[in-house]
Antibody, heavy 126, light 107 residues
């Protein structure tokens, strides 16, 4: 049974860098069939995709966050990480990590988030 | 960026009702559209992928249809446990956008 678990500080000061790690258990992060993503949800609001990483290190970021986001993967530890720099109160949210299934390299390729972590609330406040 | 317009933003229905939610893409996305259910305090859960395919284990009262820019999500015979917020999500290759969500309540 695949499990994803987010970890990191629950409170970050404005202008600092938010750092979270998602540890994957019950499956390999190096699978060719999956990408790994971060999604966030401000309190009482909708879902926002932050970005996605492949085990090779290839990354895809939301253009609205691209200048502040770095997502990396550590296959030896079976985890991937999120760094979001220069945070403000608007970055306060529940942050989810999730597995993104890929049907393969031949078009049309289907993608969907099939497994999610429980989420972790990160507040930005001084 | 591809924008997704989901409607309504909220709706109230009775047990046994048929419920319909729509999602419109700002450009043609073929069938690249998924639907998720999120209950309060929980992570989202995949219900429908590739516009019309039911995820394994999801009750058959849930269905999806559409292609191109216009998509529909339907719950046939609403059940009390279906109270949740529902989101559409498109993927343009690996660039992803969610709809704003539809909050579903029981009358």
């Amino acid at each position: 049974q695949l499990q994803l678990h987010e970890s990191g500080p629950g409170l970050v000061k404005p202008s600092e860098t938010l750092s979270l790690t998602c540890t994957v258990s019950g499956g390999s992060i190096s699978s060719l069939s999956f990408y790994w993503g971060w999604i966030r949800q401000p309190p009482g609001k909708g879902l926002e995709w932050i970005g996605t990483v492949f085990y090779s290190g290839s990354t895809y970021y939301n253009p609205s966050l691209d200048s502040r986001v770095t997502i990396s993967v550590d296959t030896s530890k079976n985890h991937f990480s999120l760094k979001l720099s220069s945070v403000t109160a608007a970055d306060t949210a529940v942050y989810y990590c999730a597995r993104l299934y890929s049907s393969g390299w031949t078009a049309p390729t289907v993608y969907y988030f099939d497994s999610w972590g429980q989420g972790t609330l990160v507040a930005v406040s001084s | 960026d591809i924008q997704m317009t989901q409607s309504p933003s909220s709706l109230s229905a009775s047990v046994g009702d048929r419920v319909t939610i729509t999602c419109q893409a700002s450009q043609d996305i073929n069938n690249y559209l998924n639907w998720y259910q999120q209950k309060p305090g929980e992570a989202p859960k995949l219900l429908i992928y590739d516009a019309s395919n039911l995820e394994t284990g999801v009750p058959s009262r849930f269905s999806g249809s559409g292609s191109g820019t216009d998509f529909t999500f339907t719950i046939n015979s609403l059940q009390p446990e279906d109270i949740a917020t529902y989101y559409c999500q498109q993927y343009d290759n690996l660039w992803i956008t969610f709809g704003q969500g539809t909050r579903l309540e029981i009358k």
